[in-house]
């Protein structure tokens, strides 16, 4: 918590708006025990606080006590106080203070996920841009608080991140822990795989499971983790290989024509007038870009499956023999 | 005359505009409130600040206000709202800020830290009462015992990796709960 933070928190608690744990806080910190509550260099110097504040008394009680402050005056600079506190002056405690902060104060968490198909791109608040596979989510604070920036994956996902000194990156998936400062890499971690893994396009890359370190990865490293029996495997690849999907937009891979329209009207919300019967045993792979039109994607999916389609309006379209 | 009545009674001559009394209630008091004032402030200066605006505030309020129930516990109640505003304008004042951020901001934070780690140990505690039997044991004697993995294997009479594969499937058990550095701090060695 830094002095912004506690400014924060004292005002909401003298008008009566803060959290209950704001307000067990400060109430905590006012019945804390202080061990210098006798604390007089002498006899004297008692004394003479004593006679000093009994003679303010007698001063303020003589001229009627004027308040030490107008209201409208207090008022302003309280106002001023809000917004020095929207323009969120950085400052840089350690670590441990963050997390106690995020959890008075939590920084909201955004999550984005792809389905069977479709392949997404983030941009984080520092710049890093993350490429999420299919079936994939990636979750992600709205802004950055402190000395760490760190994401959690679900699957599979391509990190370009941005380097910051001084600030690491983390990615949490649910058996490793990746942390680098600026490289690109990818991260593999799915529910249905055996093993978890890291593949390194550029830079450099720490891994660990817990608190274990699997390995520190440079480029065209990967490491390979078995989540059954905790064994973990560094091996050379091709990462430039690895990445084909990256900029990618759709993949099939021998999918039925029916589950590949269902993606398409998802992606560009259209409906098909098509029937199980033009549909069935049909089956399509191919790789799609984001420079791909739709008319591109139809074309090449309806000469593939030997089918023909027409755009009736904006968004539909009909699949015909 | 007036060291004899009680803080009650002196309060009843102050409703009758008598400074004597009021100052006799001062001398009586003023002492405890200061130190109060200057454990928390860390200021001697804000303390005897804080002390006059309390005593300020009775006399001002002496014909409106009732106070019921101990007079003292009034004085505490009084005194802790003038600490707060007290703080809030310190806050406000540019050259006290610097203060506030090296004497007063770090027990905010040790107050903080407290409150979480009490917090956190009660959910984590309702979350060990829920865990299977055997891993029960093993946390507890990892987390309470501070036992290694390895003295932890010894004492159930288990292989270490079982202790291990335990462990560490009851921090991922955890995990969610708190904040994963918290939990690393709770069980470092695991």
């Known amino acids: 918590m830094d002095l912004h933070e506690l400014q924060q928190i004292i005002h909401k608690y003298q008008q009566g708006t803060a959290t209950p744990t704001e307000t067990q806080l400060v109430e905590a910190w006012l019945l804390q025990t202080t061990n210098d509550e006798s604390a007089w260099s002498s006899p004297t110097e008692r004394a003479a606080t004593e006679d000093r504040i009994l003679t303010k008394l007698r001063a303020g009680i003589g001229i009627a006590a004027p308040r030490r402050r107008s209201i409208w005056q207090h008022r302003l600079l309280r106002i001023a106080a ?16 963050y997390h106690l902060l995020d959890y008075v104060d939590p920084i909201e968490r955004l999550t984005v996920s792809t389905g069977m198909y479709d392949i997404k ?13 299919p079936q994939s989510s990636l979750t992600y604070p709205r802004k950055y608080r402190g000395q760490s920036r760190e994401v959690a994956l679900h699957g599979k996902g391509y990190f370009n991140v941005n380097r910051h000194p ?53 480029a065209n490293k990967a490491v ?23 900029d990618k937009h759709l993949v099939f891979e021998t999918t039925a024509l029916s589950e590949v329209l269902k993606a398409l009207a998802e992606q560009y919300n ?50 015909y023999r | 005359m007036y060291t004899e009545l009680t803080d009650l009674e002196l309060l009843e001559c102050i409703k ?22 200057q454990g928390r402030l860390k200021s001697k200066a804000d303390a005897e600040d804080v002390v006059q605006q309390v005593f300020m505030n009775i006399w001002e309020q002496r014909a409106t206000k009732n106070i019921v129930g101990s007079f003292s516990n009034y004085l505490f109640t009084a005194v802790r709202y003038e600490v707060i505003d007290h703080l809030a304008v310190m ?34 505690s309702v979350h060990i009462q829920n865990m299977p039997e055997q891993m029960q044991r ?41 904040k994963e550095s918290l939990v690393l701090l709770l069980i470092l060695h695991t």
Not at chain 1, 274 to 297: H, Q, Y
């Open chain 1, 82 to 97: 809000m917004f020095l506190l929207c323009a969120g002056a950085g400052y840089a405690g350690y670590q441990y203070r």
């Open chain 1, 224 to 246: 390979s983790f078995n989540k059954t029996n905790g064994t973990s495997r560094i091996t050379e690849i091709d990462a430039a290989g690895e990445m084909r999907w990256v």
């Open chain 1, 121 to 133: 791109q983030v941009i984080l608040a520092d710049s890093t841009v993350i490429t999420l596979a």
């Open chain 2, 16 to 37: 009758r505009d008598d400074v004597n009394a009021f100052e006799a209630l001062y001398r009586r008091m003023w002492e405890k409130l200061f130190l109060f004032a």
């Open chain 2, 138 to 178: 093993i946390f507890r004697l990892s987390r309470e015992e501070q036992l290694t993995p390895e003295e932890i294997a010894k004492t159930l009479a288990i292989t270490e990796k079982t202790v291990r594969n335990q462990l560490s499937i009851a921090v991922n058990n955890l995990r969610p709960l708190v």
């Open chain 1, 270 to 319: 259209i409906v098909f007038q098509s029937s199980t019967n033009i549909e069935k045993g049909k089956v399509f792979t191919g790789e799609f870009t984001a420079k791909d039109s739709l008319t591109d994607i139809l074309d090449i999916i309806t000469i593939s499956t030997g089918l023909k389609y027409q755009l009736l309006n904006n968004h539909t379209i009909k699949i």
């Open chain 1, 166 to 218: 001084g600030q690491p990156f983390w990615v949490h998936t649910k058996s490793i822990d990746v942390q680098v400062l600026g490289t690109s890499f990818v991260v593999n971690d799915q529910p249905q795989d055996s093993t978890a893994g890291v593949s390194v396009l550029t830079g450099k890359v720490n891994v660990r499971h817990e608190q274990l370190l699997l390995g520190v990865l440079t």
């Open chain 2, 91 to 124: 806050l406000e004042d540019h050259q006290q800020r610097a203060h506030v951020e090296a004497h007063i901001l770090p027990g905010f934070n040790e107050t903080l830290e407290n409150l979480l780690a009490k917090e956190m140990d009660k959910e984590i």
